[in-house]
């Protein structure tokens, strides 16, 4: 008796856990300026920050951007820190710069027909990319983070796009990607540094290289986990300090083959459903792995805890 | 069922082997190798193993075999270029490598200041050595050498206390092309984006224990 009320108020609890609400269900993309328009914006450099209390949340929100796993372990469930996907602090230009996101927030998003938030697009980076537990929206780490970004993005016009926002498109290769050549790509070009199985490298208890598929890796339902959003990462930062140096093809073809390796479930995930969560979340989404067989195995069933 | 001396061979094997690796590598830091040519590490490295800062000769005690290997092997196949050290990596055997390297990756070494990301820059050297300058495609040292310059794994060496003049020798031999033994060219490209004095700068900053400016 005591045993069975035992589970049945555990499996409340995973029920409830899995129920939570999701802040930004919708992590489709927003619209990116092609890369033909060459960025123009230049933040503020660290050197104005002023002495007072906005300039000490400033330099709380930047420690956090860079240092999110160590300083925010709450929040953040897997290796990874906000500096991995936004190179240069969020500052450079084609790496999702935090001064192109901020002025484009609130965004309306025509397909679940809602407005979000810049806190809620913040909370949706913990949830997915960070595989963690969102601090809420008035948290010290939101604000911080949402404060640093504001600026960044300091003397920007609001609500217009500006050249170098988010990663551009790169073409999808008329004859597709290729998971095998995407292998190749990454043993010569990715593997010194991310390890030979995507594993990254640490100092310590820190990740210095940050790993690409696992447990420690951004989950299904971060919008890294797209080949397409990958493909644009990859091409315009990767390998580090040699943007462009990938052809098309070959950023196309290793952004497959990272993106066809598991990774922490999407938190989204419905009645414990991969097919479902495909049909709900990812059929639409751009391109991506997700819920597909390849070589007769089931991609998207999680790396678990 | 394992019968008793089985264990007991594999247990002496698993302990006499390390240890016989250890003391040759040992034997060639301080003595050198078997060919007379190989000369001892020590006496152009010190015999605590972190360079001598004067001449310019690098510290080795503390970085990883597989980076060591491969510098001895690239200086034997000339991919690296060094009169004193491609005479002497030819000279070893390859189990001297392997037991000279394994006894260097062990020994103490300062260890790099703890440092970690959340840290700001207060001056340009050290904005460089942290962030880089992307308007130049140079990312920041930690980036790939790790907090501090600590080094990681095998491929990215430390750059903390290490001498500064090793430092610039070698970043000016990445900018002239002389050095080019680097995977992916990964050096070249940054060094070229340098300037002679950041060099000089950046290689201070490090073999002074990346602390300068810094809290």
Sequence with gaps: MMKTLLIASLALAFGQAHAAPIAM??????????????????????????????????????????????LAPKYVGNGLNCSNCHIDQGRLAHSAPLWGAYPMYPAYRKKNDKVNTFAERLQGCFQFSMNGTPPAADSPEITALSVYAYWLASKAPIGVEPAGRGYPDVNPPAGGYDLKRGAEVFQAQCALCHGGNGEGQKVG?????????????????????????AASFIKYNMPLGKPGSLSDQQAWDVAAFV?????????????????????????NDGVNLYGQTVGGVLIGQGTGK | MIPLNRVLMSSLLLFSLPSAHAAEGQKVFSQGGQNPAAMACMSCHGPDGLGMAAAGFPRLAGLSAGYLSKQLADFRSGSRKNPIMEPLAKALSDDEVSAVTAWLAAMP????PDLHRQQMASDPTQALALYGDWSRQIPGCVQCHGPGGSGVGEHFPPLAHQPAAYLVAQLNAWRDGSRSNDPNQMMAG????????????????????????GK
């Excluded at chain 1, 660290?46 to 929100?61: S, V, W």
């Excluded at chain 1, 208890?205 to 959003?229: C, E, F, Q």
């Excluded at chain 1, 009645?271 to 479902?276: I, L, P, T, Y």
């Design chain 1, 205 to 229: 208890a820190d990740y210095v290289m940050p790993p690409l598929w696992g447990k420690d890796s951004y989950n299904w339902g971060a919008g890294m986990h797209r080949i397409n959003t």
């Design chain 1, 25 to 70: 269900e919708d992590q489709s993309q927003l619209k990116v300026p092609p890369a033909s328009k060459t960025p123009f914006f230049v933040p503020p450099s660290e050197k104005e920050l002023p002495d007072n209390a906005y300039g000490k949340m400033i330099r709380d929100g930047y420690a956090l951007f860079v240092d999110t796993k160590r």
């Design chain 1, 259 to 283: 993106n066809s390796h598991e990774r922490p479930q999407d938190p989204r995930l419905v009645d414990g459903s991969v097919e479902k969560t495909r049909v709900k979340f990812h059929a």
């Design chain 2, 190 to 213: 940054v060094a070229k984006a340098m300037s002679e004095d950041e060099v000089k700068a950046v290689a201070a900053y490090f073999a002074n224990g990346a602390t300068q400016g």
């Design chain 2, 109 to 112: 070494a300062p260890a790099a």
